[in-house]
């Protein structure tokens, strides 16, 4: 696991015992931990850009979305966590696709049901 997703959770607990320690006041830990977070999310949202960028001139060079995707979070993050992120994602594809099927089907049933 990364630095940067264990420090959000180790984070919160840290800052409330400087502020009981009398290290630093609670205000003054509160916006150090708010500062803190934004630094994490900032960080978190430039990754993401440069694996969508990559993810673009991928499918410019001519793979399909779901390769471009996989090769560019890997270049990030270890081969086999993208590959598990990618594989929930179809997942859940898959299931809201098969929900939308199943609502679409029910409403034509009911609808045909009322014309008998």
């Known amino acids: ?24 006041d609670l205000p003054r830990a ?3 931990s708010i500062a803190v977070e934004a630094g994490f999310w900032l960080f978190a949202a430039a990754t993401l850009l440069a694996v969508w960028r990559r993810v673009r001139q991928k499918r410019a060079a001519g793979l399909n979305g779901w390769d471009a995707l996989e090769s560019s979070l890997a270049e990030v993050l270890p081969r086999r966590v993208a590959t598990l992120i990618l594989a929930e994602l179809r ?25 008998r």
């Open 91 to 115: 997942i859940f594809r898959t299931l809201a696709r098969w929900i939308a099927r199943k609502a679409s089907l029910l409403h034509y049933w009911r609808r045909g049901a009322g014309m």
């Open 30 to 32: 509160i916006w150090l």
């Open 1 to 24: 696991m990364h630095m940067y997703q264990i420090a959000p959770l180790a984070l919160g607990p840290t800052l409330v015992s400087l502020s009981f320690n009398g290290a630093a």
